[in-house]
Nanobody, 125 residues
Framework: QVQLVESGGGLVQAGGSLRLSCAAS????????MGWFCQAPGKEREFVAA????????YYADSVRGRFTISRDNAKNTVYLQMNNLKPEDTAVYYC??????????????????WGQGAQVSVSS
């Protein structure tokens, strides 16, 4: 069973930066892609960014493209989300997820079969 542990959330002012980390353990050889999703109160969980474990191109939601960067360190089994120029509307719980299915839609949460516990990101205006 793949296990995911997020870290790095917190409170920041608008325009600031945060970096989230997601450490994977267990049978990580089964992972095809890693993604980040966010969920604000009263809203659906939404796609933020994804990257394949083999290092192909990353995927971003339009709302974060140019501000957020997803990267991975295979040696550490860790995926990062660097968030710059944060806005109050970025406030949400951010979840790391692992996708064990090849050729899936990495932007769709239903393809992900392992999830972390979530990290709160709060951006004040």
């Amino acid at each position: 069973q793949v296990q995911l542990v997020e870290s790095g959330g917190g409170l920041v002012q608008a325009g600031g930066s945060l970096r989230l980390s997601c450490a994977a353990s267990g049978p990580t050889f089964s992972i095809y892609a890693m993604g980040w999703f966010c969920q604000a109160p009263g809203k659906e969980r939404e796609f933020v960014a994804a990257i394949t474990w083999s290092g192909e191109r990353p995927y971003y939601a339009d709302s974060v493209r140019g501000r957020f960067t997803i990267s991975r360190d295979n040696a550490k089994n860790t995926v990062y989300l660097q968030m710059n120029n944060l806005k109050p509307e970025d406030t949400a719980v951010y979840y790391c997820a692992a996708d064990s299915f090849p050729d899936s839609d990495y932007t769709t949460k239903t393809w992900y079969d392992h999830w972390g516990q979530g990290a709160q990101v709060s951006v004040s205006s």
